[in-house]
């Protein structure tokens, strides 16, 4: 059976993202010609290395702060050391920590939305199966169902937050 063209679209874009997906635990080379001194050597006179480290902690993680130029390695020792092939110093780390904690959001916002929605949807059934004879529980019953649908309805939205590129291509 033919697929429709959007269809193949659909199919090119989740392949397309898988690629990035897959060139970001690959990372890129990151001995850049244009860079002569090491990113722990980065002086940050504005304290964004300070707020980066701060939100982590406030997450309960923590941050590498690019202090030295050590090769990336697994946190807990499980990730394969190719992994980090043409990973570099402090900046390699920094890109790669970039690359993955944007996936992490990713996962973990959609693990969220799921969890959000399923719960959405049994209170709704709840509700719609609940003894609905007194007037005053009624209305309270639809009232309820009408602000669990538009909170379901607001979880079906896609967000976007703006980032700095920190990666140039062709490098």
């Given at each position: 059976?033919?697929?429709?063209?959007?269809?193949?679209?659909?199919?090119?874009?989740?392949?397309?993202?898988?690629?990035?997906?897959?060139?970001?635990?690959?990372?890129?080379?990151?001995?850049?010609?244009?860079?002569?001194?090491?990113?722990?050597?980065?002086?940050?006179?504005?304290?964004?290395?300070?707020?980066?480290?701060?939100?982590?902690?406030?997450?309960?993680?923590?941050?590498?702060?690019?202090?030295?130029?050590?090769?990336?390695?697994?946190?807990t020792g499980?990730?394969?050391?190719?992994?980090?092939?043409?990973?570099?110093?402090?900046?390699?780390?920094?890109?790669?920590?970039?690359?993955?904690?944007?996936?992490a959001a990713?996962?973990?916002?959609?693990?969220?939305?799921?969890?959000?929605?399923?719960?959405?949807?049994?209170?709704?059934?709840?509700l719609e199966?609940?003894?609905?004879?007194?007037?005053?529980?009624?209305?309270?019953?639809?009232?309820?169902?009408?602000?669990?649908?538009?909170?379901?309805?607001?979880?079906?939205?896609?967000?976007?937050?703006?980032?700095?590129?920190?990666?140039?291509?062709?490098?």
């Amino acid at each position: 059976m033919a697929i429709s063209n959007a269809e193949a679209q659909r199919r090119f874009r989740e392949r397309q993202k898988q690629e990035e997906k897959q060139e970001r635990r690959r990372g890129e080379r990151t001995g850049y010609p244009y860079i002569r001194r090491g990113f722990s050597e980065y002086e940050d006179v504005h304290g964004e290395r300070i707020d980066y480290e701060m939100a982590l902690d406030v997450a309960g993680l923590d941050g590498d702060g690019f202090y030295d130029e050590a090769e990336p390695k697994s946190s807990t020792g499980q990730i394969e050391p190719e992994t980090y092939e043409g990973i570099h110093g402090a900046i390699g780390r920094a890109e790669l920590t970039v690359g993955m904690l944007l996936e992490a959001a990713t996962v973990l916002a959609g693990m969220i939305n799921d969890f959000k929605q399923q719960e959405i949807s049994t209170r709704i059934t709840e509700l719609e199966a609940a003894d609905l004879t007194d007037p005053a529980a009624k209305k309270q019953a639809l009232a309820d169902i009408v602000r669990l649908t538009k909170y379901r309805d607001q979880l079906e939205k896609q967000v976007r937050w703006s980032l700095p590129q920190w990666k140039v291509k062709g490098e």
